[in-house]
């Protein structure tokens, strides 16, 4: 009898385990702020450039007339939504994180939503804990680079589709980080 209630005391404890597991899960974010780590940039924010819809990684997005600092609403991997939106300081909508093959695979906004589907997969971003990652038809992918722009201090967000770093080039890892 004692081994039967030492049982049933076990298997309570183990579904309250998973339970408070499945709790701790990370989901998606809003208002988040979205923050590149590299070698030259450690914790420095993603901002937006007003001037061509690119996104740039500098240590204060204040500190440039061209760049203002967005918040974003990020999906999690799990979700069937894989879109990263983009919203300015005011609560105006900016669009959605876009990889621009045309501009040199610059990361940047795109003003309406998309959604890619490639082979019946659902293609772009969401948050993998709390690292950014791109589903590449069942892929992720983390291939972020900051490239080096004319000025000192603000660096393009780029993405690669190999590992090679041009001078004054180099990896990030981009995380998010819930404002709200």
């Known amino acids: 009898m004692q081994i039967i209630a030492l049982l049933l005391t076990f298997l309570r404890l183990g579904h309250a385990s998973a339970s408070l597991h499945q709790q701790a899960k990370r989901g998606a974010e809003t208002n988040a702020t979205i923050y590149a780590y590299g070698a030259n940039a450690s914790s420095w924010p993603i901002a937006y450039g007003v001037n061509d819809g690119l996104l740039y990684i500098t240590e204060d997005p204040t500190a440039n007339d061209g760049i203002v600092p967005i918040e974003w609403d990020l999906a999690s991997i799990t979700g069937e939504c894989w879109i990263a939106n983009a919203t300015f300081v005011n609560g105006t909508k900016a669009g959605s994180m876009y990889i621009k093959p045309e501009q040199n695979y610059a990361v940047g906004i795109l003003p309406q939503t998309r959604v890619a589907y490639l082979n019946g997969t659902v293609s ?56 709200s």
């Open 124 to 179: 772009g971003f969401a948050l993998f804990a709390t690292q950014l990652v791109y589903n590449n038809n069942t892929l992720l992918e983390a291939q972020f680079w900051a490239k080096s722009t004319n000025t000192t201090g603000i660096y393009g967000l780029m993405w690669t589709l190999d590992d090679s770093s041009p001078n004054g080039d180099f990896p990030v890892v981009v995380k998010a980080s819930e404002d």
